[in-house]
T-cell receptor
Framework: GAGVSQSPSNKVTEKGKDVELRCDPISGHTALYWYRQRLGQGLEFLIYFQGNSAPDKSGLPSDRFSAERTGESVSTLTIQRTQQEDSAVYLC?????????????FGSGTQLSVL | DQQVKQNSPSLSVQEGRISILNCDYTNSMFDYFLWYKKYPAEGPTFLISISSIKDKNEDGRFTVFLNKSAKHLSLHIVPSQPGDSAVYFCAAKAAGNKLTFGGGTRVLVKP
């Protein structure tokens, strides 16, 4: 596809369950980012993958959050033992990396609701 | 610690007039600044950017101004159109390409 694709678009889960969110970046983009947007707030950085470098996990809020990326393609964000405060829109973005890589292209996000 | 702040959560402007959105930052290591626009149920889309070596960048109806000494940037939209109604996010980057975003400003352009 032409853009960043995220699935599912909506996820409703019960507190304590694990969830897995998926992101397909734009082909050829070496950098991939996960951000979170809580209701009425700005975008909160979670994690950043750049090529084969070790990911920047500095934004992950707790050890219940983890993410993986397969080569330079699909990424999954996993939240274990979900809590109500995890409810948010989870946005994935990709970029070329390097010069010009600061222009991120975002997917439409996954709306996560934890009941 | 909010390194990028947009102090106005909302802005209402008449169609055809100028919209001015403001953004302040605290990290002097930021070297590139961007504005993103977001419609409901969609991801943010890139609008315009500016390098820290410049003080102005213009693209059609959109102009971004950077005042490094004040650690302040602004986005001017002129003339404003109803389709500009959206949430606008200011973002900044230091080394690497990780962006730090502000909290957003909701713009409503009234016909």
């Amino acid at each position: 596809g032409a853009g960043v694709s995220q699935s599912p678009s909506n996820k409703v889960t019960e507190k304590g369950k694990d969830v897995e969110l998926r992101c397909d970046p734009i082909s050829g983009h070496t950098a991939l980012y996960w951000y979170r947007q809580r209701l009425g707030q700005g975008l909160e950085f979670l994690i950043y993958f750049q090529g084969n470098s070790a990911p920047d996990k500095s934004g992950l809020p707790s050890d219940r959050f983890s993410a993986e990326r397969t080569g330079e393609s699909v990424s999954t964000l996993t939240i274990q033992r979900t809590q109500q405060e995890d409810s948010a829109v989870y946005l994935c973005a990709s970029s070329l990396g390097g010069t010009g890589g600061e222009k991120l292209f975002f997917g439409s996000g996954t709306q996560l609701s934890v009941l | 610690d909010q390194q990028v702040k947009q102090n106005s959560p909302s802005l209402s402007v008449q169609e055809g007039r100028i919209s001015i959105l403001n953004c302040d930052y605290t990290n002097s290591m930021f070297d590139y600044f961007l504005w993103y626009k977001k419609y409901p149920a969609e991801g943010p889309t890139f609008l315009i950017s500016i390098s820290s070596i410049k003080d102005k960048n213009e693209d059609g109806r959109f102009t971004v101004f950077l005042n490094k000494s004040a650690k302040h940037l602004s986005l001017h939209i002129v003339p404003s159109q109803p389709g500009d109604s959206a949430v606008y996010f200011c973002a900044a980057k230091a080394a690497g390409n990780k962006l730090t975003f502000g909290g957003g400003t909701r713009v409503l352009v009234k016909p």
